[in-house]
């Protein structure tokens, strides 16, 4: 059974080799996005950062909602949404970090923020021009 997604659900653009490479599991989720199964992002990062890699967390917040209760059908649905406003910026990493019910007047509706989430090797967040190009020829590797 899949994991579900919540709160602190790390999503990454797989590339050839990368999870063997840091040593953490994958499970294909949407599209090219595959979900990384750990414990945690603390958790997550402090692997990463002992594979000498780094993983950003960028402070822009993406939210899409969606009206009803919460649903994992719904939930993957309002991440399309998120990745697809995100794939402009080239990250490959995306971070859920609230999955919110509420109400107004009596209609149910939830809100879910992600921030984009990014990992390289170098100490420096590299430029949009240079992690467009990465990806793009990660992409290529894929086929």
Request: glycine share 6%.
């Amino acid at each position: 059974m899949p994991y579900p997604v919540q709160v602190g659900t790390i999503l990454m653009k797989e590339w050839p080799g990368m999870p063997q490479l840091l040593g953490f599991e994958t499970e294909p989720r949407l599209g090219e996005w595959s979900m990384v199964k750990t414990a945690d992002a603390f958790t997550l990062d402090r692997k990463i950062h002992a594979a000498g890699w780094n993983f950003f967390f960028m402070a822009a917040e993406v939210k899409t909602m969606f009206f009803g209760s919460v649903r994992a059908a719904k939930v993957q649905s309002a991440l399309k949404r998120i990745l697809a406003k995100a794939k402009q910026q080239h990250f490959n990493g995306l971070e859920v970090t609230a999955i919110v019910a509420r109400h107004f007047l009596g209609v149910p509706y939830v809100t879910v923020s992600a921030h984009s989430r990014h990992l390289q090797h170098s100490s420096n967040l590299d430029s949009s021009e240079i992690r467009q190009r990465f990806q793009d020829s990660a992409e290529w590797a894929n086929g």
